[in-house]
Each structure stands twice: as structure tokens, then as C-alpha cells.
């Protein structure tokens, strides 16, 4: 597991410690515009601005590993893919604002695939070799399948590697060709997004903090803390019943988000950090020395911590194994998490959940 690693970059580069910085200075009783300045400016501005570094270096590295072909360059290129992963889990709880446009949440990963429609849309591609597809414009427009982070783990992680399929620096085959179109569209993507919320002609950020009867985007500021209630709750449920019960249901473990890479209980591991954050910043200061309060940030804890107790990949621990208890109670964490989250904290906030994008899954 990573968990040092991932711990490091969380600090480092993904903006935890705010939290601390916010909670410290704000008022008792702050109101729901304040908490909402601070969530994007401290908590979805720097994840996204982290996304876009990571993007862009991905597209570099696979770059470089193209123009050499080297065993070096490719072990950076999947270095610097767990990078982008990292920061994409990070940031995955945020299924509203200018991610959706253009299908671009699903761009950036398409999981679960029930039906493994990736694996079959990416063999489809590679067997037709067709460059003209992986222009930038076109690429964009193609399958989500095909386009994310799923697609370039499927490339990039393979049950057997050659990279001689990678052709030669004197003549990159299409996989190389494929793995360059994904990194770029990627990038592209980051930076789009960091746009549209920071400097577009009517910037998100904007759009958000302007919220009121006038508005024709949000009618009150209320109604985005309850995105943030939302987002929090949807992903909890993501973690409990696709991350972790999926799987675990008959121990099919390639059920499993990441499986390919051995990096399932990392994405869950940045997944509660992430939303605990969120929490700490947009809503606990509405609930001042509340015994709720204290249960959800015990709870985030203890799922925490629950995580780096495991040591083994989700995908190599065995049924029945003293592992397997462990994933049982990761799960019962979570699911006591999912609780709190979507049961109490909407009526003692004075929010409404609202629809839940997860609805008829």
C-alpha cells in the first residue's frame, strides 16, 4: 500500500491543513456565503488546480516515454498516472459545477462497467488503428469508455506487459499513439475546468457566490451547502456499495474500482479525506459543540484509520483471510459513515439531501 505516500502528497499538495487555517478563524455562527467562499476557495479550487498540474505532467511523461521507449521512462509515466489518480480522487466528490459539462466527469473515469464495455470499446479502437480518431476534437468526442483514467489503467496495467505492443521511438505503434491522446484530452479537460470556475466570462466561482432570488443559476446560498451535503453523502455511498460491497458480494475482487493497479483501498483512503475536509470546512461550523458533530469526525477517524490498518492490495487479500475481516470492517465503517451523513446531519444542518445522482444505478 502507499498510504506514507498518499498521507505526503495530502499535505503537501492537496490543501488538508486548511481546514485547520479555516475552522480557527470563523466565527460561531458563520453564515452559509462565508462557509461557501471557503469551501470553493480552500477546498475545490486547489484540488482542481492540483488535478490540472498532475494532468499536465502525465501528458508529459507519456510524452517522453513515447519518444524513448525506455523501461525507465514507462515506470515514470505510471508513477506520474498514480499521480493523476491521487488528485482525481481527491476531487471525485464533486459531481456538480463545470465537471458536468460535456460529459466530463464520466471523461475523466467511466466505473463501475458493468458490462466491461471499456475493455471491449478499447480493443475495437486498437484493432482499427485509425489515427484520424485520436485528434484532439474527435478524441474528445468519442466514447467516455475509452477517454479516462480507467482506459489509460487498462493500458498502462496490463495482466501481462510487453511494451514492445508500444512500437519503437523510430515508430510509436497506436498504443502509444491512444496512451498520448488520453494524457492530452485529460489535461485539456483540467485546465478547462479550472477555467470555467476561476476566469470564463461569468466565472462559476461567480455564479455560486452570487446566489439569491435574482439568480438564474441558485436561488439562495443555502441551496449550495446542500451540494455539499450531497456531494458528501453520494460519495460515502459510492465507497460503501460500489468501492466495497460490490466486490466484497461472492469476493469478486476485479469488481473492485482500481483493481488493475492494486490502488482500491488508496482511492477510498483519499475519497474520506477528501469529503472529510469538505465537511470541516463547509458545514461542521454550523454545528458548534454538537454531539453529532463529534460523532461524523470520530466516525471519519475511525474509518481512517481502519484503512491504514490494511496493508495488502484490495485485490490480493484472500476470502476467509484474517485481511478479509479487516475489508468487514472497513465496510461497516463506512456504512456507519452513510448513516450519519444522509440520516442526521440533513436535519440538523436545516438542509435538504436532494436527488442523488447515484439514483437508478
Not at 272 to 288: D, M, Q, V
Request: aromatic share 8%; hydrophobic share 40%.
Amino acid at each position: 500500500m502507499l498510504h506514507k505516500r498518499l498521507v505526503q502528497r495530502l499535505l503537501q499538495s492537496l490543501g488538508f491543513l486548511s481546514v485547520l487555517t479555516f475552522t480557527a478563524s470563523v466565527h460561531a455562527e458563520p453564515n452559509w456565503k462565508s462557509l461557501n467562499q471557503a469551501v470553493i476557495d480552500q477546498h475545490i479550487l486547489p484540488r482542481y488546480q492540483q488535478l490540472q498540474t498532475d494532468t499536465q505532467a502525465l501528458a508529459q511523461a507519456t510524452t517522453l516515454f513515447c519518444t524513448q521507449h525506455t523501461r525507465s521512462t514507462f515506470d515514470q509515466l505510471k508513477a506520474t498516472y498514480q499521480h493523476t489518480m491521487d488528485s482525481w480522487m481527491a476531487i471525485q466528490h464533486i459531481r456538480f459545477g463545470p465537471v458536468e459539462a460535456s460529459l466530463r466527469y464520466y471523461r475523466y473515469q467511466i466505473w463501475p462497467d458493468k458490462h466491461n464495455t471499456g475493455t471491449k470499446q478499447l480493443q475495437r479502437l486498437l484493432k482499427s488503428e485509425d489515427l484520424k480518431r485520436l485528434e484532439p476534437k474527435q478524441f474528445a468526442q468519442s466514447s467516455v469508455a475509452v477517454q479516462g483514467l480507467t482506459a489509460l489503467e487498462r493500458l498502462l496495467f496490463p495482466t501481462a506487459l510487453d511494451l514492445g505492443q508500444f512500437g519503437s521511438p523510430q515508430a510509436p505503434s497506436y498504443h502509444c499513439e491512444l496512451i498520448l491522446a488520453i494524457a492530452r484530452n485529460l489535461a485539456l479537460m483540467s485546465s478547462a475546468i479550472v477555467t470555467d470556475w476561476t476566469v470564463s466570462e461569468v466565472p462559476y466561482r461567480t455564479r455560486v457566490l452570487t446566489a439569491g432570488p435574482e439568480s438564474d443559476d441558485f436561488t439562495s446560498h443555502r441551496e449550495i451547502a446542500s451540494q455539499w451535503l450531497n456531494s458528501i453523502s453520494t460519495q460515502l455511498q459510492v465507497i460503501t456499495e460500489q468501492k466495497l460491497l460490490r466486490p466484497l458480494k461472492r469476493f469478486r475482487l476485479k469488481r473492485a474500482e482500481s483493481w488493475r493497479s492494486r490502488r482500491s483501498l488508496d482511492n477510498i483512503f483519499l475519497n474520506l479525506h477528501a469529503i472529510r475536509e469538505l465537511y470541516a470546512i463547509g458545514l461542521a461550523p454550523k454545528l458548534p459543540e454538537d454531539p453529532l458533530d463529534n460523532a461524523i469526525k470520530k466516525a471519519f477517524d475511525q474509518a481512517i484509520t481502519s484503512i491504514t490498518a490494511l496493508d495488502t492490495p484490495l485485490y490480493d487479500i484472500k476470502q476467509d483471510s484474517p485481511e478479509a475481516k479487516k475489508l468487514e470492517k472497513i465496510l461497516a465503517d463506512a456504512r456507519q459513515l452513510t448513516a450519519l451523513a444522509s440520516s442526521e446531519l440533513p436535519q440538523a444542518l436545516g438542509l435538504s439531501l436532494g436527488f442523488n445522482s447515484l439514483d437508478g444505478d
